[in-house]
């Protein structure tokens, strides 16, 4: 049921955690995000193949990966331009932007208005270690905690700590920034080096960010929705 060259991560790496923000109501829109019908990880199978190589090689460490977004249909693209335009609804800019006008945040780079998510070949992801329970899902209606809190005091999804949440539209986002823990930037730099070593390159201004080089749809934006399938 998928464009020819795609696949399910879970088909081809069933160890990699899920925690797909788009599909519920824990992201800065603050609920689910059109042609998110489940909470799913579709990439092109070389995307795939390349992440359950670098799962395989975290695994000897007692490491895994989590990922946030996979492949991103271009109508949800469209829900996050529409929602931007809405300058009313501010609702989840406490965790996710606190410091960052909404007007802003396409020309700071942390939304795109054209996605390389849509081509198939990025992904969103983190480190857990492997023996960690999952943390309980955020709630609509819980506090929000701006996200570039120390880990403690932001919201807490179990991953290592990168001295932000996931989505964190901030400069403390950035690889490279000033005003984190030590230990978070070690453990930027072990995803970042681990995700070069199989293929992918970084995003300057979102540690969890990274696109395969070499993807095969390079000038392809996709719009099926993301589905469970079988
Ligand atoms: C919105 C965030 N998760 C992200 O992926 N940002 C980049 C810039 C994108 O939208 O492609
Ligand atoms: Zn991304």
Request: glycine fraction near 8%.
């Amino acid at each position: 049921d998928l464009p020819v060259g795609f696949v399910r991560l879970r088909e081809v790496a069933p160890t990699i955690q899920y925690d797909i923000r788009y599909a519920g109501p824990h992201n800065f829109v603050g609920r689910p995000i059109a042609a998110y019908a489940a909470p799913e990880c579709i990439l092109t199978r070389q995307a795939a193949e390349a992440l359950a190589a670098a799962a395989r090689e975290l695994a000897a460490q007692g490491l895994g990966l989590r990922v946030y977004d996979c492949y991103r249909p271009a109508q949800a693209v469209a829900d996050f331009v529409a929602w931007a335009r809405d300058l009313g609804d501010e609702a989840m800019k406490p965790e996710f932007y606190p410091r960052v006008p909404k007007t802003e945040l396409f020309a700071r780079g942390y939304i795109a208005e054209k996605s390389g998510h849509s081509r198939g070949s990025t992904v969103d992801l983190a480190i857990v270690r492997l023996d960690q329970k999952p943390a309980p899902p955020w709630a609509p209606g819980e506090p929000l905690a701006d996200c570039a809190l120390p880990m403690g005091e932001r919201f807490d999804d179990a991953t290592l700590d990168f001295g932000t949440g996931y989505d964190c539209f901030d400069v403390r986002a950035h690889h490279g920034a000033a005003g984190i823990p030590a230990e978070a930037t070690t453990n930027r730099e072990t995803l970042k080096t681990l995700m070069q070593r199989h293929g992918f390159t970084p995003y300057a201004e979102e540690w969890w960010h990274y696109t395969l080089a070499g993807e095969p749809f390079p000038g392809t934006y996709f719009d099926f929705p993301v589905t469970g399938g079988p």
